[in-house]
Nanobody, 127 residues
Framework: QVQLEEFGGGLVQSGGSLRISCTVS????????MGWFRQAPGREREFVAV????????LYAGPVRGRFTISRGDAENTLSLRMNVLRPGDTAVYFC????????????????????WGRGTQVTVSS
């Protein structure tokens, strides 16, 4: 059973940076496409970014493109999200997600595409 756990969330001022990470246990992360989603109060969970199983392809949601960078460390079974130029609108609980894939693609941007989820980490951006 794949288990995901996020860490590194916190409070940051607008314009600041933060890095959140996710550790994977129970399986080898190299067989999985990995994604980040976020959910703000009263809103649906939304796609943030995805990285292919080989780490060579990435896809970002429009509001974060150019500010956020997704990366993976397969030797450590980890996934990370570097967030720069944070805005109050980025405030949300951030979730990592995984799905086993046979090909190194990044076509997984719906929450329904992912069977495995972490419990989330809170990121709060103050104005």
């Amino acid at each position: 059973q794949v288990q995901l756990e996020e860490f590194g969330g916190g409070l940051v001022q607008s314009g600041g940076s933060l890095r959140i990470s996710c550790t994977v246990s129970g399986s080898t992360v190299g067989n999985y496409a990995m994604g980040w989603f976020r959910q703000a109060p009263g809103r649906e969970r939304e796609f943030v970014a995805v990285i292919s199983r080989n780490g060579r392809q990435t896809l970002y949601a429009g509001p974060v493109r150019g500010r956020f960078t997704i990366s993976r460390g397969d030797a450590e079974n980890t996934l990370s999200l570097r967030m720069n130029v944070l805005r109050p609108g980025d405030t949300a609980v951030y979730f990592c997600a995984a799905r086993e894939t046979g090909a190194p693609d990044v076509k997984y941007f719906r929450k329904e595409d992912y069977p495995y989820w972490g419990r989330g980490t809170q990121v709060t951006v103050s104005s």
